[in-house]
Each structure stands twice: as structure tokens, then as C-alpha cells.
């Protein structure tokens, strides 16, 4: 019997396919799961494969993926195309804190993508500094669902929130150190913002902020 | 100077409504925030206002207000009517897995109706009996907002959310002992979901999760 | 023996004068402690003292002490003048997020007033609803040194750091629920600040926070 | 004297032997005892030795082993042959929710293999598509006793304990990262599963699940 | 739409009995549900059910429960015989490290006792005096199953199954102060043991315990 | 069969009688505790007995009990001398932090007195005020063992171990709030002392720590 | 767009410059970081720099950048002058209780002496042996702010705090195993210090508190 | 100034001599204190030196060190000798679980040895095999303190000090995965012993252990 039965009909089911979690997968494993993909014609979205993984990969594979370092994804069937640099925003908006940040953000840019999705990344605007977010208040307001990734303390969330009428989704980071090691910090401060409504996902978990802006994006398309 | 200043223009400006978290205050300063409401015409939420704060308030205030136990909620300027017994679902659904769920539940509920939405509450459909769920599945199927709340181990978070395409907004109740104990299991079981894109509020903030829901209804008015 | 020996010296040696925890001491105790204060001739200030407690003490002691219930403080030995309402601001400002931290504001507002110190207290400019904070930033930026009262998600150390240039002193409050219980939240994203030099108080500590604030206040007079 | 002592007669007094947990040994540590064993012409279980102590160990000690990587497991005396593929099941039966959750799950049914005790293992069964499970429901409520590993949320643990009538032993797995980070999550959902009489082992304890299992199949015996 | 869905088929799915956990609930609530047993003709269990709450109930009610102050059960429907005082044991056996983990052993043996099961308990065998233990051993011995209850450091979970064959489900108590508070101390040393195959339950968790044991008597009846 | 069975050959056999934990127990149990105690002509003591638990107790057991609210102990079999005023130190010296640690630090006095030991106990020297405690460094270095209560941060345990060559028991405190809440600060300062060879008990484990205390006098008397 | 924008106005609105956090960047982001601040002619500090992440920059920058190893800083612009080795201290003054606390101790040295203020380290004051701390009394007492770094049980904060009038800036580290793993025992005792006023930073956050000691020096010029 | 300064006098003060915890040094560091020492022709033990540590210390000074890897000690000026193979213990015996708590079990051992006492170490009598320690019996009641040094539930503690009327010191290890990872059940174990007096250090504190032992057998001798 196979170790793996991937859920084909996630994506019609759910809204979103199945994605492979690569980070406690041994290189095995992962590429029996790209054989079965490819073998049904399937495009496929890999997470948390850390450079020394995907390293290990059969040379044949690591040619067949579209990967990309800093969010630690690979494409499997084509790579996504960028969004254009200013586009006006009709969909998702994703917002960073800090650079230290954009390794989650672009996992959530890169799986909106693979769904379809241009979401541009706003990046460096965090509280320390309100000018540089001021600065971004019309293309923040313009969104329609809105993902906030932040480390540390975490406040950009509750102070996006606080700005915009869009449905905002919390991606806190383990950016930090200390008593924000890990991410703990952020996440919690996440869960209990001032600013009603803001919605959190795991700490680092780009993949599922996306997947919620995705579904948020198809309440409007019903 | 007041102690106080209510956001009155936050529902303009975000979608929701300011409600006035009522646990931590004092009988004196929830009356003087009363004050301020009523002076000014506005209609008012408060939540966490537990029974024995209730009776502390005056007289006066409590026959003006719509208060309701079970939620720890209070309305002034009139209640909200109760959703009809079956009716089609058009916008949230709220599933609360066993019966000591439906305080929170009902927070979120109350929350929904004060501004406009009206939502049924399914209760016990915990996975220990998963024939429970199985027979709401088409009721589940079409809502276009989900809020599922439960204590414990918070299993129903995943299972309803590898159901349905819409939004699941998981609401982690404190329903629960030993390690249990104040909702922190499940809490983090919405969290780390193996169904992708369920989002996540703090525990017992059924106030917060109508707030997203609502937020979540206007991506697709707009 | 005696149970207790007052630090007499201290307010020469550290610049502030020993005060008395009550929260873990019994109505005796606390009583006796009293009694060599007046012995002495001493004022006295009496932190963390529970309108319970301090219905227990002696008629004679609660009829010598000025008792504020919201802060839990009474001083032995005549009340503090308040500040008068609209003071240029030559000293300590504080900033409290919502009206739930009050009680936290004004324990260093009266441990300030102990001393000598007038501090105007500044409520309900929570991050959700900037344009709060905004319409106080003249009297912020005023200030020689901010204490900064927030619970749940604490975002506001933040945001009024990265405005100002005179020192900020953070005080988590307790006020939340679920992962901000207790005031673990706010601390902690206190401690981890992207604003550079937040110095930190534990949690509801707000008489060690004006205990900091006159030892910073004493560095610019000497 | 010797540093280690062997308890031979566990097997006899408890129904199952003592195993040697390799991780905290040093590999001179570890060589002794399969001396100690190999001397008494005794068989014995390693567990949580890792490849790279493996590879650490003597060359001659290398030979005699049966090192299986994925679990982490090594027997001394001989290797126990694999369940065969589809047999009616009469004993335990192995649920692994995902790919990832295979080495513990791999760990308890070499451990199972080592004492006489055929297990299959199914895999990938988690709850975000109940199709795989209710696919296999057959199987399950034919074996007499489960062990199912989980990792991230562990909302498996409650599906199929509500689903079966013969004991479940959940056995959490450190598959996740953020808030499931070492196990913590499903260990926990574990504990406060809705359905009743979920039994638990610590995070990762293939070899203790097994145990539990081996006990309780005996009661059948007896 | 009800408020409440009891799961009636569950002990025939699983061999136990659905319980209705009563410490979140009101008063109302659990009238209600008693209301809908007794019109369906069923028994019932409660658990965790205070002598505050049971006060509360209607008085009808409390007549028609036998309810049992220290294990904080109730039974509707007729209570279950006590088991004769030194019986041969044939099935479940309850030890106790101290008179303080009654509580939790009683509510495991009022379920047994429910479900048809006598089950005699074993107190104040504590590892401090291992005489006592020992005086018992031949009793231990014969038991099917045996269910350990313990708080403090729970150093008995691991003596006693290190004595016996039999599966040892530990069952650890709240019993305890400072690091042992709330039983997480007892929790962790029964999750960690180093006797192999203990089977551990969430804190208090008696009513658990004993669903446990009755699906391993299961076992040798099938 | 009776619920307890008391370990009266633990003072022989290890140097300490057993007590009774009175906090997790019912008037009910503690009285027949009691009544077999008396029945066989022994002492007893009472430890962590709240004035509430003392006053439910039947006033005949009330009336032969040597109660002490304040270290929560009572002694069955007459009450222990205190110790001179100020007696050359022969054996344990107990330092407290502070007046609050006053409940912890009689618990062990009383446990001593029971015992045969006197034990003096010197309050209010804690480290915020050094002078206070060198003024008392005579009295410490006569000592030969001590037992130092604190809460809060506990710094006091290192200071005094690093003046003294007598063995140092360190008894941390619930004394303290926010991060210090339950004692855990003092704690884990305790353990992780920079004075070499700090032994800790558990927080306010009074009688623990003069359990410690009587073993090591023991030491010097073989 | 750029990845980051650098709030080059956060030395004139808050009185210190914006530093870069390295450790959670990549090569290439901190490369183009100091790319363009070098373009801007702008000096910059960088911190938790780690040796492996300055081996990995370009050979350019490495040349051009003042790499302190221990401290984990780097100055681009020119490195600040080492304090003179006994100056009258007017201004900030560095404790550090051990050898191991000095990484943290360089942090803030250097950051302040990156703002121009010359800051001497005293090192190895441990409360073990106090003798060595009173033998710095006179310096102590001279300085106008004091930043105190300890790690284990963080005992040296309460003891200078009870000894001068200055501010006391905590700084706690991750020194320390067992319990002190990672800092949490030293930050725990800086923040519920018996000392009042103390001021608490993040565990290893020298960059913060001399960020706060710059402030705090602000309000003497005035 | 030197970054450090030994505190020589502290065995005359204290009875023990300082030791230098190596971990967070760096080389050079340890290397200074070392020439510092030699200078002072004074003998120094080393802890938590790491092979790794040790192999980057100049050669010098690796000649001159007797290190052990196991325990990662070194000590400058001559080994002690070990202690005869079965002497009568007239002072310490250590006592550790398994074979992996022995690397903290020899830092006890050594570090007593460096003090002049020889104390033996039993292995491998962990209570899942209770035999093995009753074996021992005899020895363990022979010696005037015991250091029992346990990892995973750390049951060992108190079972011994059950047996015994010597002082027992219990040494947790930071040996077990999963709840029991980097020994935090053992230490609460310890902490929460049922059997009275059980004195704890900090976890792998095996030099606080044998620091503790001196100072208890030093009371004997006064």
C-alpha cells in the first residue's frame, strides 16, 4: 500500500488544493509525491522545503520546480507569473512589517498565485515609524481582503485593522527574539487586538493566510 | 477630562460597530459610558457583562437594556429580532459543537444581529458523533460565512473546514479542564488546522468572530 | 522581634520612599505597619490594598488614610493635591489605552502626586481608532517622560514611541481575556517593541512605573 | 561496577522488554550494552537512534543490527518480518494522518513486529478530507485495538475514537510548527479529546503506544 | 431547533455511554437534557457536576439523581450497586496514591459501576511509604486493568507498572501546590514515564479512566 | 476499608512524621484522619488547614487542635514552645524576605518546633535594602543550616548563600504578581542561583523545607 | 519597489537612530541595506550580526564595516571610540555581573557610543560575592544612568537598584540553563524586583537599553 | 580592567570554591581566566565545557587540563582520584536512573572529588525495575547525603527518599523527549515529591548537587 493519498478534490471541495508540507518529509517521501502528481498531470504546491531539501532532491525534480528560497515554495507545473508593480488593487493585499517578514509574506503571495491570484507586497511599513504606513493608506483602503504580516510585538495588525473596512488577516512571523522568540509574542497579540475582527492564523503559515483570503475572495464571487 | 471617548465613527471607518468590552470596568464607569451613548442617540453594544455586573447597574439602565445572560451581552436602543426558525442561510451559519459552547456561540450571534445579520445557531455536533454534522452537511454547504465554536479538543475546527468552500471563522471556546483549562487546546488546535485557511479569534470572542463574519459579508456587497 | 523593619532611608538613598504592598499582607499586619509609620511621623503610601481589605482595617486607620478604591492605594499622612486640568505639562505624562486601565494609571498618578509630582492622565486613545492618539500628540510630545498603560494586545508602547523623543516607560495592565489573561500579551509585546527603548514595568505595576519616571525626572535636575 | 544494569526479567513481570532509548547515550554507551545483550545471547530493541549514531556505532555492531532510518529503531537478534499486505486484521491496527506521522507510527509496529505482533499501518487519513477515512472504516472496527498518530491539530485521535469500540491509543507526533512546534498541540487535543476514553502517550512514543497495545491484547488472552 | 443532540447510539458504537459533562453548563441546560433522557426512558450520567450546581437544580430532579458529593457524579435512572468489599478481582482494579485522589478514583468507579463494571479502590498507597504498596501486591496483580490515580509528582504511575502485566491507565489528579498546581506536575511524569506502555488521561479525568478500562475489558471478551 | 492508612514508621525510618495535606481534603476526611490518630495516642501535623477548612472541622476536634491561621498548621497533641527571644543559634535559622513570607516561614518554624527543634525567624531583610540584612550577618554566619523565605524575585537566596559556609534552603514564595503570580519567579531564581549549592523546595513548601532542615541537623548528630 | 525603506527621520523625531536587526535577514537583504544607506552617505548600526552572516557578506562591505564579534555589532561609517579607561563617569554606566553577560554589555556600549556617548563596562559583580560589588560603590553612585546585565537569576538588578538613586535599566540575558534557559528567569526577576523602578528589557536587547539610556540622558539637557 | 575577577576567597567564605561555567564563554575568555588561575597558582574546575569548547582551547592549556567528556568538567591543577571501587560510603553516594543521567551524575562526582570527597555513583536503578534498588538498600542507607539524579518522570526521588533518613538531594536531568524534554517533568517532579524534604537543584546542576552535599556533610564536622 502507498504511505500518501493525496486529496484530489480538495480544490473543488474546499476552495483549495492540497498543498505538501515539506518541512517534516524526508527527500523520499517528497519525491514519491511529485511522481504520483506528475503522473496524474497535476500541478502541485510544495511548503516549508528548506534550501538543504530541496538540495537533496533528485536533480530531475529540482529542474521540474519553479523554487524559490526566501518563502521556501516550489511550483511543480509552471511557475505563477508576478504581479505587475502597481497594479490597482482588485483582490488581496499583502503588507509587511518588516523585511525580516517577507519570507511569510511571499509564501502567501506565492500560494495566491498558484490560485490564481495577484497579490503585490507592501513591505517595511511597521509602527515604529506611522509615516510609512500613512503613506500606503489609499492602496491599504482599496483592498479587498488584506493580509498583515508581522513579528515582534505585532502591532501593525491591530493598528491596520483599525484603519480599513476589508476583512484583515493576521500572519504573525517568528521574526523576533527573547520573549518574541518564535513568534509567540506576535501571534498573541494577534488573538487579542483592540481592533475587532482581525483573524490569525499560525505563526508563519503564509500558506494558510492565503488559502483564507482565497475563500474570503470567492464570498464575493458567489 | 472624560475618561473615555468612544470611537463614533468606527463603523464608517471599519464595518463594525465600537462595543464596550464591560468585564473589566466598573458599574460607575459602564453607566457613564451609558450616559455618553444615550445623550448622543446612539444605539450601544457591551459584552462580558457578567449577571452579578448587571445587577450592580442602576435601576434606570438596566429596563432600558436588552440583556441576555447566557452571552453576557447587552443592547441599548432596542433588541435585535431572533433569527427565524429555518430559514435559507444566506449569509452567516454558527455551529457550536456541544451545548456549553453556546455562550460564546451566542455572543457571536447577538453581535451578527445588532448589526443587521441574521444567524442560526446549530449546537452538538461534536465529531464524537459525527452523524450529528453529517445530517446539517447542506445547511453547513450554504452559508457563505461559517463560525464553529468549540472547547476541548477543538476537532470540529478541521473537520467542518474539509467540508465547505466558504470561509471558516473558528471560534476556540474556554469549555474544558486540566489541560483544556481556559480554551488553550483548542486554540491551538484552530491554529495549527490541517484543514488550510481556517482563521482563528481569541477564546470565547464570539464578539470578534461576528465582527470578521460581518466584515467578511461586505467583500461581497462591495 | 518585630515582624517588619521599614527601609526609612530609602527615599534619600534611591530617591523613593518605601511603600507597602498589602495584596499578600493581613489586616494586622498592615495595621501594625501603620502604626510605626505614625510612630514615626511618617507618611506612608499603601499600594495593592483591596476595597475588602481595607474595610477590615481599624476605623481608626481607615478614617486617617486617603483611600482611591479604583487604584487600590491610600496614603497615610493628607491626600495629594490633584493635578489641575489642563497644566503645561513639565513632567510625567500618562497615556492609558482604555478606561479598563485607569486603575493601573492612577496607581502611578497617586504614587507621582506622593512625591511631588503632578501627572495628568490621558484615556482611551487605544490604537484602533488613531485619530484618538493624533489629537493628543501636541501634549505627548510635551512631556519629559510617558507612562503608557495598556492591557490586551499592547500596541500602543508602540505606536507612541515612534512618536516621541522623551522617554517611554510601558505598563501592561491585566485587562483581556483568553491569550492577553492576565496581562501576559501586553507584557510581552512591551518586551519586544519595534520601537527602540520601551523600558518595562511588570504587569499592573504602575507604582514602580512612577517610581521610574521620578528617577528619570531626577536626572534633569541634577 | 558496570554503568547500566539490564532489567532481563521486564519481559517476564510487565509483558514487554526493556528497549534502549538511544538518544541521550553516548555511542560507547550504546556498544556496551549491545555486548551486554549479544553476551547473554539476548535479542534487544534500540529506539531513537539516529542515523547519524548509527553511523557512530562499530562497524561490527553495524552488521549485526536491523536499522530501520525512518523510525529511528534498530533490533539486535534478527529482524521480524513485515506485516504481510492486506491481512484480516485480529490485533492492532496503525492510523498514521499524514506522511510525516510515519515514524513514530513506523516505531510502534516494528516495536509491535519485535514481540510476535503483525500491525499494518494506514496512512494518510487526516481529517481535512473524511473520505480517506470513512474509506477504511471497515478496517478499523475490525481490529482489536488502535494506535493512531497525529501530529499539528490531532483532531483524528476524536474522530476515530468516536467512531470504533475498541480502545484508541493516540499517539501524538512533533509534526508542526508555530503552536503545534514538538507536539504540544495534538498531545493536548489528545488529552482533551470529546470522545471518551482516548488513551494517551507522550509525543513521538511509538514504542511506548506499542507497549500499551501488547498489554492490552494480552487481557484477550488471559 | 433544541439546544442539545444526546448521541443515544454511542454506546452501542462504542461500547460507552454518552455523559453529560456538567461543569460548563447551567443549571437550565442540564434540567433540559435530563428532561429529554427521562422522556426517552434512558440512564444517564453526569460528571462534574458540583454540590453548588446539583443545589441549583429543580428539586424533582435532585430526587430522581443519586448523586455523589466526592466524585461530583449523579446518576438518573438508579444507582449502581457498590462493589462487595474484598471481591476477587476479575476486571478493573483503582489505586490511589492519597485520600485526596478519591475524588477522581470514585468518579472512575461510579462509570464502571454505570456500565455494569464493580471496581474496587485501593487508597493511600503512596510511593513515600512503599510498604503499602507492597501489602497490596498480590491484588494488583490479578486485576485486568488497572486504573492509577495520583497527583503530586505521580511517582506511582511508574512503580506500579513497572509490578504489573496488565494495561495501567494513570489518571492524574489536581492534587498539589505550587508546580504541581492543577496536575500538570502528575501529568507530565505519567506522559513520561519510564515504565513502558503506561496509557495516560487528561487530569481528573476519572470518567475517562474508566471508559478506557471498559473498552480493554472489551477486548478479552470479543 | 478505611480511605488513609497512615505511614507511622516514617519518622523512624526516614526522620520526618508523616502530616496531613489538609487543602485538597474534606472536614470529613481530616476528622477521621484526626480520630485515628487520637485512637492511637499519636501527634499529628496539620499543614496547608485554611481558617475556612479549620472552621468546618467539629468543634470537639477544634478544641484538642493547636491551630495557627496565619502558617495554616495545626498540632494535634499540644502545641510546641517558640523559641527563646534571642537565643544563641544552634541549629536552623529562618530568614523571610519580607512580612508577607511570614505564612511560609512559620509553617516551617512550626514544623520544627513539632520536631524538637526551636528556630528563630528573622523578617524584613530583603535585598532592596542590603543594610537590613548585614545588620543580621552575625546571626546568619552562627547558623547551621538556614532556610530562606522569598517571593518576588527571590534574590535574597543567593545573597545570603553567597555570605554564609551553613547549607542554604531555599523556599520560594507566592508572594508577588504579574510574572512573580503563584511564586514562580522566586522559583526559578532559586534554581538557577549564581550561589553554588542553593537546595529549593516548592513554592511555600514550609514543611518541605524544615523536613530538609531536620535531615541535615541529623547529619551533624551521627 | 524596494524591499524596505529606512526611516531616516527616526534619530530627529525620537533622539535615536534606526539600527538593522540582522539575524532574521538574509545576506542579500542586509547587502542592499547597507547599499543604500552608503548611497544616502547615511552611517549605520547594525546588530545580532552573527560571525557566520558576516562572512557570507560581499569582501566590500566586510572591509568597510567595524565588526565586533562578541558583541554581534556592526558600525558602517566609522567605528566610535573605546571609553578611556577610567573617565569620571557623567553620563551612562555598564554592569554586567559575569564574563558570559558581556556580549549584551558590548551591545549597548557600543550603541551608545555609536550616539556619542562613552560608556564604561564593569564586569563581574556577581551577589555570590558582594565584596566585589561594593568595591565599585563610589562608581556606581556617579553615574546618572546605569544599565545592569545579568543572567541566571538576574539577582544583581535588586541589589544596585537598592544602592543608588540613578535609573536602573535592567537587562537581562541568556545566560543560563535548566529553568534559565534562554533568559526567562533573568527577565522574570528584573520585572517583579523588590526594588521599586526598575526598568525591563527584552532578554538580550543591549541595543534597547541603551536606546533607553539615551533617552533618559535627553532629559538632563533639556 | 580585566573582564573578570575570580572570587578567590569564596571556599574560605562559603565552603566551596567558584567554578567557571564555560558555556556561553567564548575560548579566549576561559583561556584568560585559566592564565589568571595559573598566575594565582591556584587550582579551578571547569563545567559545561563542551568537546567542542575544549578542542578550541590553545594546546597549553589542553595539556595542562584533566577534562572528562562525559561530565564536559576539566579541572586545572591535577585530577583527583577516583573513588576505590566499594568502599564504606562515609559521605556522599550518588545514585543516577539510567545510563544517560550518568554525564550529570560524574559532574556531582568530580566536582566533590575536586573538594576531597569520594563519592561512588550507582547506575541504572530507575523504578521501573524496583529490584535493582532494593539491591542497593544497604548502600543507600549507609550514606550521610545522597544525590539521586534522574531525568524523564523522575520517580526515582521519591522512592529514595522514602527509604532513607539521610538528606537526599535530587538532581534532575534534562534526559526525555517530548513533555519530558530538557527535564522540566523531572525537576516538577522533584519539586512536588510526596516524600517530605526532598532538596532540588536546578536541571544537569550536577555541580550545585555535589556543592550542596559539602556544605550538608560540612555540618557534620562542625
Chains 1, 2, 3, 4, 5, 6, 7, 8 share one sequence.
Not at 505563477?80 to 488593487?89: A, L, Q, R
Not at 483592498?143 to 491591530?158: K, Q, T
Not at 488559502?211 to 474570503?216: H, L, M, P, Q, S
Amino acid at each position: 500500500m502507498s504511505d500518501f493519498t493525496l486529496d484530489w478534490e480538495r480544490e473543488a471541495r474546499t476552495g483549495v488544493a492540497e498543498a505538501v508540507l515539506c518541512e517534516p518529509k524526508t527527500p523520499a517521501q517528497i519525491a514519491a509525491i511529485l511522481e504520483t502528481a506528475a503522473t496524474n498531470g497535476a500541478r502541485l504546491l510544495l511548503t516549508r522545503l528548506s534550501p538543504a531539501q530541496h538540495d537533496e532532491l533528485p536533480e530531475t525534480w529540482r529542474a521540474r520546480l519553479d523554487f524559490d528560497a526566501l518563502s521556501r515554495t516550489a511550483i511543480l507545473g509552471g511557475a505563477p507569473p508576478d504581479p505587475p508593480p502597481d497594479p490597482p488593487i482588485e483582490g488581496a493585499l499583502i503588507v509587511a512589517a518588516g523585511t525580516a517578514d517577507l519570507g511569510a509574506a511571499r509564501e502567501a503571495a506565492r500560494t495566491l498565485a498558484f490560485h490564481g491570484h495577484a497579490a503585490p507586497v507592501i513591505a517595511d511599513v511597521g509602527v515604529a515609524g506611522l509615516w510609512r504606513l500613512n503613506a500606503q493608506l489609499g492602496r491599504l483602503r482599496d483592498a479587498r481582503v488584506l493580509i498583515v504580516a508581522a513579528g515582534m510585538e505585532g502591532a501593525l495588525f491591530s493598528v491596520v485593522a483599525g484603519l480599513v473596512a476589508a476583512p484583515v488577516i493576521a500572519l504573525p512571523t517568528s521574526v523576533g527574539y527573547g520573549v518574541a522568540s518564535g513568534g509567540a509574542a506576535a501571534l498573541n497579540a494577534a488573538l487579542s487586538s483592540c481592533a475587532p475582527g482581525v483573524m490569525v492564523m499560525n505563526v508563519d503559515n503564509g500558506f494558510g493566510a492565503a488559502a483564507a483570503a482565497i475563500k474570503i475572495l470567492g464570498v464575493g464571487r458567489r
